[in-house]
Each structure stands twice: as structure tokens, then as C-alpha cells.
């Protein structure tokens, strides 16, 4: 149907994968190390380190977090006409503007970082793990400038491998900082009659670890670079192109490609932070204390939305892929190979999606049980309420780089503050009126991405002429998942019985992933040479034959 372009076809998808495979990685030794942080210093302290972090993450968005984005759009456009010249010359400037704004943004967190705390966090003592945060946002910055220009160049493993690399080295150090600074704060603790500075000190060593972590993925990406540059090198002196971009222009275009994504991103992030918000100074209000408010806010973020979090990471990851890819499609005028790629990333993503949800909502309480100490019972309701949020960030998330690989960079921006809007609404009735609590928090949540969703659907049908294929791509993953929770529901009841919640939990996955790809092949979900475009297919794809469900 491409011509000789069948081989190139999925290869975002194999891009993406390599992507999916090592977010999912870093998600899950993000979750391993949260393990012994929550159980040193507390749902408390996890409250803290949370807060420190939503408000980091909003200043890495504004500064740099798009960065990576609007690099490797710009460097694919230029690549896919041969213009390699401006594709270095979109790196260099890309370079500065980061040291600009990176460095900007370390200013303000470490010289504002009591206001911020106080003011927005409505947890002043969570300062304490900003400021240590604060020289992070100049080493991302610079970072993400790099990981960019390498999947504008169509390679996604040097960002795949550097972010292996900086999530191990940051569990490692935020695990032993914790310890050692959590141990601190209870001198301190001591000494100032207030037992919350050892929660606050314990949080601060665990933001450490972020620091210590993109500081070795920088020093990993520098490598690579420093190897990559003798094969660009080549590609510039083969340059016959003669159109050449100073650095005017090239400043022009990054603010332009930007800025819609900035304001997209940010919209889309800050529910976070506005939730922590509203929450607090609700609650305070209510005569919720600091430390309740904190441990609130840390069973919350911890227990409930790093759980999720762990299979949003591929949607996160084919997003990365897809957009130099769709870009590329749209310069050349190859639109009905771009919607080929929406419909095949679209499928890939909620054949993931349905059996996560339906797992953390089947099997929620017993893992919460295995990995985390404390209060179970509430986090575990969380994720059986909120489990669909699996779903619906994933496809908000997966249709959000659409739109902005399409050039539509202003759609999502509206679409996000529209559903931003419906959000705070849904989240004051739930937790102001209603007194839900984290429940209504949760609740609020769904709304967004669910508005969102929707929202960037439309938008997608009417500027790709795009309609989405419901049977395979929604129906069979839903059939395939409702048999699989069953299964595993009755599996862990049985197992548990005899062997323990651990053994039972472990062993019910196992059966679910096996039930579920059974499942999906029986129902025609997908076929062979679907199953071999994806990421390890050709291994998947034997083993089917072999027990001929092909």
C-alpha cells in the first residue's frame, strides 16, 4: 500500500516501544525505591516530597520540559529534507535558550522556594526538598535538549538508555539521602519541639537523588553525543541544501514550537498541583493539621498515583515517537501514512491500557499490601475507583502528540484549559460541598482526562479526516481484559488461600498477562504481522504459533 515504505511503517511503534519498554523500567524502579523511602519517612514525608515535586515539575514545564519535544520536531522536519546543516544549528540554539531558561527557573525555585511552599503547597515545610531540587532544573534542561535531538534523528536509545541510567543512580542516592537526612530532622525534630521536620528532611534526601540521577544521565547523553558527532559530521559535509537558518530564526521557531506545547503542558500538569491546593487549604480550613494534610497528600501521590502512573508511561513514551513521525508524514504529504500511524499507536496503546486498569482495579489492595506500609485500605478503594484513569491518560496523553505532531500546537491548549476548567469546578463540588476527600480529588481527575479525551478526538477527526476503528481497537482489549480480571480475581482468592497474599498476587499477574494474550488472539484482537511490528513481537508472535492461536 506505501510501496517501499512497508518496512518503515511501524517503525515508530518499535521507536516508541523501545521507549515504552524503558519508561515502564524506570516507573517501576521509581516505584521499587518509594518502597523503603515511604517506609522511613512516612505518608507524611511522602506528602512533602510530593509537593516539592509538583511544584518542580510546573517549573521544569515553563522552563525546558518541552523542550525535547519541539527539538526533535524541528530537527525531523530538517532531516527529512536532507537539511542537516540546520538541524545541527537547531541543536546549538536550543542549547542556549535552555541554559537560559534552565538557569532562570534555578533561580526563582531557590530563592522563592519558601513563598511557593507556603503559598501554593499550603506545606511550608516542603521548601526544604525544593531548594535541593532547584540546580535539577538547569541539568534537565540541558538534558532534554539532547534526548531531543537524538529521536529528531529518529533514535529513540540514547534517550531510552540515559534514562535507564539516571533513574537507577537516583533510587540508589535518594534511598541512602533519605536515611541520612530523615535522621537529621529528627535532631532537628528534637530540638525545635516539632516532630514534622524529620518528614521534611526525609523528603528533602529523597529529591536529592533526582539531582544526582539527571546529573549521570547528562554525563551518559554527553557520551553518546561526543560518539554520534563523527556521523553528523558526514551528513553536514554531504549537505548540498541551500537554504541556511541563523540563529534569529532558529530562536523564532523554537519559541513558536514552544510555547503552544509549554501552555499545553502546563495546563495539562498544573490539575496536579491546583488538586494539592485545593486540597490543603480546603482541608485547613476543615482543621486538618499540616501533618494530616501531608499524609493525606502522600498516601495520594505515593500509593495511588505512582501505581498508576507505571502504565501511562508507554502512552508517555509512543507520544515521544509519534510526533517526528507524524511531522515528517505531514512535510511530505503523506497523510494517509500519518493516519495509518495514529490508528496503529492508538491500538497498541489501549491494547496495554485495558488489562493495567483492570488489574490495579482487581488487584489493587493486595499490592498496595506487598509494597507499601501503613494505611491500605483507602489507597486501594482510590484504585479501584480510579483505575480507568489508565485508559483515559493514555489516550489524552497519546492524542495530545498527535495534534501537535499534525502542526494543530494550539488545539491541545485549548482543549486542556477547557478541561482544566470543568475540573476545579468538579473538584471544589466534591471536596468543598460533597467532603469526599481524596475520593472527590480522584473523581476530579477522571473528569479532566475523560474532557480531554474527548476534546482532542474531535479535533483529531477533523483536521487528520481521522476516525478511530472501535472493534479492535477498544471492544476486543475491554473483552479480552473483563475475562482476564475474572481470572485473576479467582485466582488469588484461590492462591493466596493456600500460599500467601505475595505468591497469590504475583502468580495471579502472571496468569492475567498469559489469559489476557490468549484472549486477544482468540478474538482476533490482532494478527501476525501486528503482533510483530510491536516491541519483542517476533518472540510473541512464535510462541502464539507454537500453540497455534495464529
Same mark, same amino acid.
Given at each position: 500500500?506505501?510501496?517501499?515504505?512497508?518496512?518503515?511503517?511501524?517503525?515508530?511503534?518499535?521507536?516508541?516501544?523501545?521507549?515504552?519498554?524503558?519508561?515502564?523500567?524506570?516507573?517501576?524502579?521509581?516505584?521499587?525505591?518509594?518502597?523503603?523511602?515511604?517506609?522511613?519517612?512516612?505518608?507524611?514525608?511522602?506528602?512533602?516530597?510530593?509537593?516539592?515535586?509538583?511544584?518542580?515539575?510546573?517549573?521544569?514545564?515553563?522552563?525546558?520540559?518541552?523542550?525535547?519535544?519541539?527539538?526533535?520536531?524541528?530537527?525531523?522536519?530538517?532531516?527529512?529534507?536532507?537539511?542537516?546543516?540546520?538541524?545541527?544549528?537547531?541543536?546549538?540554539?536550543?542549547?542556549?535558550?535552555? &541554559?537560559?531558561?534552565? $538557569? *532562570? =527557573?534555578?533561580?526563582?525555585?531557590?530563592? @522563592? %522556594?519558601?513563598? +511557593? !511552599?507556603?503559598? #501554593? /503547597?499550603?506545606?511550608?515545610?516542603?521548601?526544604?526538598?525544593?531548594?535541593?531540587?532547584?540546580?535539577?532544573?538547569?541539568?534537565?534542561?540541558?538534558?532534554?535538549?539532547?534526548?531531543?535531538?537524538?529521536?529528531?534523528?529518529?533514535?529513540?536509545?540514547?534517550?531510552?538508555?540515559?534514562?535507564?541510567?539516571?533513574?537507577?543512580?537516583?533510587?540508589?542516592?535518594?534511598?541512602?539521602?533519605?536515611?541520612?537526612?530523615?535522621?537529621?530532622?529528627?535532631?532537628?525534630?528534637?530540638?525545635?519541639?516539632?516532630?514534622?521536620? &524529620?518528614?521534611?528532611? $526525609? *523528603? =528533602?534526601?529523597?529529591?536529592?537523588?533526582? @539531582? %544526582?540521577?539527571? +546529573? !549521570?544521565?547528562? #554525563? /551518559?547523553?554527553?557520551?553518546?553525543?561526543?560518539?554520534?558527532?563523527?556521523?553528523?559530521?558526514?551528513?553536514?559535509?554531504?549537505?548540498?541544501?541551500?537554504?541556511?537558518?541563523?540563529?534569529?530564526?532558529?530562536?523564532?521557531?523554537?519559541?513558536?514550537?514552544?510555547?503552544?506545547?509549554?501552555?499545553?503542558?502546563?495546563?495539562?500538569?498544573?490539575?496536579?498541583?491546583?488538586?494539592?491546593?485545593?486540597?490543603?487549604?480546603?482541608?485547613?480550613?476543615?482543621?486538618?493539621?499540616?501533618?494530616?494534610?501531608?499524609?493525606?497528600?502522600?498516601?495520594?501521590?505515593?500509593?495511588?498515583?505512582?501505581?498508576?502512573?507505571?502504565?501511562?508511561? +508507554? !502512552?508517555?513514551?509512543?507520544?515521544?515517537?509519534?510526533?517526528?513521525?507524524?511531522?515528517?508524514?505531514?512535510?511530505?504529504?503523506?497523510?494517509?501514512?500519518?493516519?495509518?500511524?495514529?490508528?496503529?499507536?492508538?491500538?497498541?496503546?489501549?491494547?496495554?491500557?485495558?488489562?493495567?486498569?483492570?488489574?490495579?482495579?482487581?488487584?489493587?489492595?493486595?499490592?498496595?499490601?506487598?509494597?507499601?506500609?501503613?494505611?491500605?485500605?483507602?489507597?486501594?478503594?482510590?484504585?479501584?475507583?480510579?483505575?480507568?484513569?489508565?485508559?483515559?491518560?493514555?489516550?489524552?496523553?497519546?492524542?495530545?502528540?498527535?495534534?501537535?505532531?499534525?502542526?494543530?500546537?494550539?488545539?491541545?491548549?485549548?482543549?486542556?484549559?477547557?478541561?482544566?476548567?470543568?475540573?476545579?469546578?468538579?473538584?471544589?463540588?466534591?471536596?468543598?460541598?460533597?467532603?469526599?476527600?481524596?475520593?472527590?480529588?480522584?473523581?476530579?481527575?477522571?473528569?479532566?482526562?475523560?474532557?480531554?479525551?474527548?476534546?482532542?478526538?474531535?479535533?483529531?477527526?477533523?483536521?487528520?479526516?481521522?476516525?478511530?476503528?472501535?472493534?479492535?481497537?477498544?471492544?476486543?482489549?475491554?473483552?479480552?481484559?473483563?475475562?482476564?480480571?475474572?481470572?485473576?480475581?479467582?485466582?488469588?482468592?484461590?492462591?493466596?488461600?493456600?500460599?500467601?497474599?505475595?505468591?497469590?498476587?504475583?502468580?495471579?499477574?502472571?496468569?492475567?498477562?498469559?489469559?489476557?494474550?490468549?484472549?486477544?488472539?482468540?478474538?482476533?484482537?490482532?494478527?501476525?504481522?501486528?503482533?510483530?511490528?510491536?516491541?519483542?513481537?517476533?518472540?510473541?508472535?512464535?510462541?502464539?504459533?507454537?500453540?497455534?492461536?495464529?
Amino acid at each position: 500500500m506505501y510501496n517501499n515504505e512497508d518496512s518503515k511503517r511501524s517503525n515508530f511503534i518499535v521507536q516508541g516501544g523501545i521507549l515504552a519498554i524503558t519508561g515502564i523500567i524506570s516507573r517501576l524502579i521509581g516505584l521499587v525505591y518509594r518502597i523503603p523511602l515511604q517506609k522511613k519517612i512516612g505518608d507524611s514525608g511522602m506528602g512533602y516530597y510530593s509537593a516539592a515535586f509538583q511544584i518542580y515539575s510546573i517549573m521544569l514545564i515553563i522552563s525546558s520540559y518541552s523542550l525535547p519535544t519541539a527539538v526533535s520536531k524541528l530537527v525531523a522536519a530538517r532531516v527529512a529534507k536532507g537539511q542537516y546543516k540546520n538541524a545541527r544549528k537547531i541543536f546549538r540554539g536550543a542549547m542556549l535558550f535552555a &541554559s537560559i531558561t534552565g $538557569g *532562570a =527557573a534555578c533561580l526563582i525555585v531557590l530563592f @522563592g %522556594a519558601d513563598t +511557593l !511552599a507556603t503559598n #501554593i /503547597m499550603n506545606l511550608p515545610k516542603s521548601a526544604i526538598a525544593l531548594r535541593i531540587l532547584a540546580p535539577t532544573l538547569l541539568i534537565v534542561a540541558v538534558m532534554g535538549v539532547i534526548r531531543g535531538y537524538f529521536q529528531g534523528l529518529g533514535t529513540m536509545m540514547p534517550t531510552a538508555v540515559s534514562q535507564l541510567f539516571e533513574q537507577v543512580v537516583n533510587a540508589v542516592i535518594s534511598v541512602v539521602a533519605a536515611i541520612y537526612l530523615f535522621e537529621y530532622g529528627t535532631k532537628v525534630s528534637r530540638l525545635l519541639k516539632d516532630s514534622t521536620y &524529620s518528614a521534611a528532611y $526525609g *523528603a =528533602a534526601g529523597g529529591t536529592f537523588g533526582t @539531582g %544526582a540521577g539527571a +546529573l !549521570a544521565g547528562l #554525563i /551518559m547523553l554527553a557520551v553518546m553525543f561526543f560518539f554520534h558527532n563523527r556521523e553528523m559530521k558526514i551528513n553536514i559535509s554531504n549537505d548540498a541544501s541551500q537554504r541556511n537558518e541563523g540563529f534569529p530564526k532558529i530562536f523564532r521557531l523554537l519559541i513558536i514550537t514552544i510555547l503552544p506545547v509549554i501552555l499545553s503542558s502546563t495546563i495539562y500538569n498544573i490539575s496536579d498541583v491546583l488538586d494539592q491546593s485545593i486540597f490543603g487549604s480546603v482541608m485547613a480550613k476543615k482543621g486538618l493539621s499540616e501533618h494530616d494534610i501531608a499524609s493525606n497528600w502522600g498516601i495520594f501521590s505515593t500509593k495511588y498515583k505512582v501505581i498508576i502512573n507505571v502504565p501511562v508511561a +508507554l !502512552a508517555n513514551a509512543l507520544c515521544s515517537s509519534i510526533m517526528p513521525s507524524l511531522t515528517a508524514c505531514i512535510e511530505q504529504g503523506k497523510n494517509k501514512l500519518a493516519r495509518h500511524k495514529v490508528r496503529l499507536g492508538m491500538r497498541f496503546v489501549m491494547i496495554i491500557a485495558f488489562p493495567c486498569a483492570m488489574g490495579l482495579s482487581i488487584l489493587g489492595k493486595p499490592i498496595l499490601s506487598m509494597l507499601f506500609s501503613g494505611e491500605i485500605d483507602m489507597p486501594a478503594m482510590l484504585l479501584r475507583v480510579g483505575s480507568v484513569t489508565v485508559i483515559l491518560y493514555s489516550m489524552s496523553t497519546l492524542s495530545n502528540g498527535v495534534l501537535q505532531g499534525i502542526n494543530k500546537m494550539n488545539i491541545p491548549v485549548r482543549n486542556a484549559a477547557i478541561a482544566l476548567a470543568v475540573h476545579v469546578g468538579v473538584l471544589y463540588l466534591c471536596i468543598g460541598v460533597m467532603d469526599l476527600k481524596l475520593y472527590g480529588v480522584v473523581i476530579s481527575v477522571i473528569v479532566f482526562a475523560l474532557t480531554v479525551c474527548i476534546l482532542n478526538w474531535i479535533s483529531i477527526g477533523r483536521y487528520l479526516s481521522y476516525r478511530q476503528e472501535m472493534k479492535k481497537t477498544f471492544m476486543i482489549p475491554f473483552i479480552a481484559s473483563a475475562v482476564m480480571g475474572l481470572v485473576i480475581g479467582l485466582m488469588y482468592l484461590l492462591i493466596s488461600k493456600y500460599a500467601g497474599d505475595t505468591t497469590g498476587t504475583l502468580l495471579s499477574i502472571l496468569i492475567g498477562v498469559c489469559v489476557y494474550f490468549i484472549m486477544l488472539l482468540k478474538l482476533k484482537g490482532v494478527n501476525e504481522n501486528e503482533i510483530r511490528s510491536f516491541p519483542g513481537g517476533d518472540i510473541l508472535a512464535r510462541i502464539a504459533i507454537i500453540f497455534r492461536l495464529i
